[in-house]
């Protein structure tokens, strides 16, 4: 409690909560406290307010602003559709929710690499299906980057509201087409390092993966041959000298850490 009139009486326009198991007894002190009507805005992390979470919290979460890549009140046909099956399936699923949905989306992306194969599984084809695929999910529009493999997806501002009794994750406000987000930060990185008078190399986040694929960095690790002796200690003949055992050993390819460093 004394940490929350503290946050108050700093009265700042926002805080951002990164919350867990503790995230309801501190929505609970939080909203005792008057902050909910204070004016104060909480941020949190999306997965935070996962629709089957927002009951617990009450009108205590009411205003609770995240940025996830869904909603359950997402208004598509795709997601109404998932929505109504899902009910039907189990009566006490109120809606999909992200982890749902990115099973959904998994699934999809398989049925798409193995009909491009005319039923066939081979993994280099599968990539290649896979890299550039574009998709509509329940969620929205998404996509595979090529170079990186990662996902091109909108991320969605949302506001826990309670619409009809119900709460939900009112969606505000969306970017579409975010990429990873490191990836576009390496720019503004560059140059916050440039004025400290520091370089940083040029790379991508996709970078490990697809050196990963070609030729990697490799270590020689040599073991120094050994000579049997005799009991005096002088050499004992052979009829070949064993090789030196040299063995290879693969490490990670260059990455962005290896970048900043």
Avoid at 51 to 73: C, F, H, Q, T, W
Avoid at 194 to 206: E, M, Y
Wanted: proline share 6%; net charge positive.
């Amino acid at each position: 409690a004394a940490y929350v009139q503290r946050i108050k009486d700093a009265k700042p326009k926002a805080v951002f909560c990164f919350l867990s198991v503790s995230g309801a007894a501190f929505l609970k002190a939080w909203d005792a406290a008057g902050g909910r009507t204070s004016g104060i805005r909480l941020l949190v992390t999306g997965e935070f307010t996962n629709e089957e979470s927002l009951p617990v919290y009450g009108d205590a979460g009411i205003g609770l602003i995240s940025a996830m890549n869904y909603s359950a009140v997402h208004k598509s046909p795709l997601n109404a559709q998932l929505t109504r099956e899902i009910r039907a399936a189990d009566p006490s699923l109120e809606s999909p929710s992200f982890a749902s949905v990115a099973t959904y989306d998994v699934m999809q992306a398989i049925y798409k690499a193995v009909q491009a194969q005319n039923g066939g599984t081979d993994p280099d084809k599968t990539m290649q299906v896979i890299r550039g695929l574009k998709l509509e999910s329940p969620r929205g529009p998404i996509a595979i980057d090529p170079k990186t493999r990662d996902i091109v997806q909108t991320i969605y501002i949302r506001r826990v509201d309670k619409v009809n009794g119900r709460y939900q994750n009112t969606e505000i406000a969306a970017y579409p087409n975010v990429r990873d987000a490191l990836e576009s930060s390496l720019p503004k990185l560059r140059e916050m390092l440039a004025g400290s008078g520091l370089q940083l190399a040029q790379a991508q986040v996709g970078s490990q993966m697809q050196q990963q694929e070609s030729a990697g960095r490799f270590l020689q690790q040599q073991t120094p041959s050994r000579t049997p002796q005799t009991a005096s200690g002088t050499a004992a003949p052979t009829e070949s000298q064993p090789q030196a055992d040299t063995r290879r050993v693969r490490v990670a390819s260059v990455s962005i850490i290896d970048d900043y460093a």
